[in-house]
């Protein structure tokens, strides 16, 4: 493969419809598709996809249509409804597709993986803002990607390749060469600012001043650095201070994924965040109180759903 020049998405969530209309930009008119169920393909249709108030429209494929492997495959759905996106991405998938997964935590490339063997890129994304209202995604900060190899520390080829295409795509990226670090570096902050600004029913603006919900955030975050020690990744005291770095430019008034999910009355992923930090805290012996008690808070906010 030379150059990227189909590509396929699957979930119109947040992330996906942020970045939909750039990944469409970048290949060919007709080479850019969302794979969607009917029903979904029908509600898209009567109601229509705003990004930023501007409507946008995709080709789409059902999971059962058959079609020609996409060169590029992304994944951009809650981690809960990853088990149906992998069997419904099956006909987007041949020997040469490479495969992305925009999804928080540190899991669904190993999810992936399993199904789909050594296809996937390590994906983190970064400094975004959004907020999904329905059909309609209100966003100011884009965000970045950093994409790098999960299990060797080179820029390869196909990495290369992935970085034209955000290139075409105008979507800033960083190519790195420690990827599991930064992927446990993103979950970190993950575990700090999604969980504390959902329990304490606030905002970006809640955590980015100085004040007791900015500490549990930094509290929460700190109980995942021997985590990660115990599972062979570095993190250290400097990766809070960057992930404190990345969320100042952040719009107060903005809301991480799992706050807008409660306000939506939508299951949170904290099974993915701090229910992840309590088992991995079990299998090496380390205590999370802080996290312990955010899974119980979060769970107790979402039993009603």
């Not at 794979?35 to 393909?41: G, H, K, T």
């Not at 109980?223 to 990766?239: Q, T």
Request: with cysteine.
């Amino acid at each position: 493969m030379k150059q990227i020049k189909t590509v396929s998405l699957i979930g119109l969530g947040a992330l996906g419809l942020l970045f939909s209309e750039s990944f469409a930009s970048a290949v060919s008119p007709g080479c850019f598709c969302v794979i969607a169920d009917a029903v979904r393909q029908e509600r898209y249709r009567k109601e229509g996809l705003y990004n930023n108030d501007k409507e946008l429209s995709f080709n789409m494929f059902r999971p059962d249509e058959t079609c020609e492997p996409a060169d590029l495959l992304i994944f951009a759905v809650k981690y809960g409804q990853l088990p149906q996106a992998i069997a419904d991405a099956a006909q987007h998938v041949g020997d040469q597709t490479i495969i992305l997964s925009l999804l928080n935590g540190i899991s669904s490339e190993e999810d992936i993986g399993s199904v789909y063997g050594d296809k996937v890129v390590g994906c983190t994304v970064q400094g975004m803002d959004a907020t999904k209202e329905g059909n309609r995604l209100y966003w100011r900060n884009m965000g970045d990607f950093t994409l790098g190899e999960l299990n060797f520390d080179q820029i390869t080829p196909r990495l290369l390749l992935v970085a034209d295409y955000l290139t075409r795509a105008k979507i800033p990226y960083t190519l790195v060469t420690d990827m599991r670090d930064r992927m446990w570096g993103k979950f970190m902050l993950n575990v700090g600012i999604n969980q504390v600004v959902s329990v304490c029913e606030g905002n970006y603006g809640l955590v980015q001043r100085e004040g007791p919900e900015r500490e549990r955030m930094i509290a929460a975050m700190r109980e995942v650095i021997p985590l990660a020690k115990a599972e062979g990744v570095n993190l250290s005291e400097k990766d809070i201070l960057h992930w404190l770095d990345v969320i100042k430019p952040l719009a107060a008034e903005g809301m991480p994924s799992m706050r807008q999910d409660l306000l939506q009355g939508r299951k949170t992923e904290v099974d993915l965040f701090a229910g992840t930090v309590v088992k991995l805290g079990q299998k090496h012996g380390i205590a999370t109180p802080i996290n312990q008690a955010l899974l119980e808070e979060i769970l107790t906010l979402e039993k009603d759903f």
